[in-house]
């Protein structure tokens, strides 16, 4: 125990050495530092901005930096670069992937497309640049129903590439959506029984979710919304004990914001009380000070692929503007 102890106290002297050097170095370099909300509390701890998808987006659209340094996965630092072609966007790890991003491979979703005719596409932002140049729009769990009832009624809506969200939306709006078949694994994951067992534990706990999880968890939900939305729920509401379902990494800002609260995350499995995303993870201080000082890996895509992708991520947050969202 004394061990772990001292173990513990030498890894926080270290972080705290190295958030020092960080800061010290985004002023030098004029560098901003986004981080998602399923990020390390070290890493949102030294952040300019922490966020969802949607905020993040919005920050990136709005940054004067020279250099961008996205603390989260793949697309997003992608999305970064989208909204900033001139702006170099490092991300600290580029093995940093998501596996529902990975769940719709551009040549497949093409296919998939040519088979539904006179449908629009609506693509979650949790998806590769290849696959926004094929969207209409994108959305975010935070303004994604806003986006789909912002086209008329009878229009016929490809989804992609989110099934469980899709679904949800289907619900929420009465719409019937073509689905792409993908799932993000961190969500599907969690199991009714897993919710089920911390509802017989805790009865006095409400349960929020992330409508990434499953129908079957999200029925039993309290409360369902964007990660920025069940974090604003928690704040707000009466509640001492909150069942989570959706990823760890929120619960640092949750403490944070309401430290008279308690929290539950739901477990990914028998084996721990956590559920975290393992490419949210591979982010670390170390990895994060030598790509501000190295500026690198950094993210490169072709003039090509930034317009095209512009235009659908453009129409996000025009529609989210005027829906007060953002």
Known sequence: MMMQKSRMKSDENKNAIIAEQIVAMKKEKNAVLLAHYYQIPEIQDIADYIGDSLGL??????TKADLIVFAGV???AETAKILNPTTKVVLPDLDAGCSLADSCPPQDFARFKEQHPGHVVVSYIN???AIKTMSDVICTSGNAVKIVESFPPDQKIIFAPDKNLGAYINQVTGRDMVLWDGTCQVHDLLTTEAVIKLKADHPDAKLIAHPECKAAVLALADFTGST???????KKDSAKKYIVATETGILHQMKKQSPDKEF??????STCSCNDCPYMKLNTMPKILACLRDETPEIILSDEVMSAARKPIDRMLEISRQAGLI
């Open 57 to 62: 987006a919005q920050q990136a659209s709005q």
């Open 74 to 76: 793949h697309f997003m």
């Open 127 to 129: 998806c590769s640049a």
């Open 228 to 234: 920025t939305a069940l974090l604003n729920f928690t």
């Open 264 to 269: 539950l995350i739901v477990p990914a499995d």
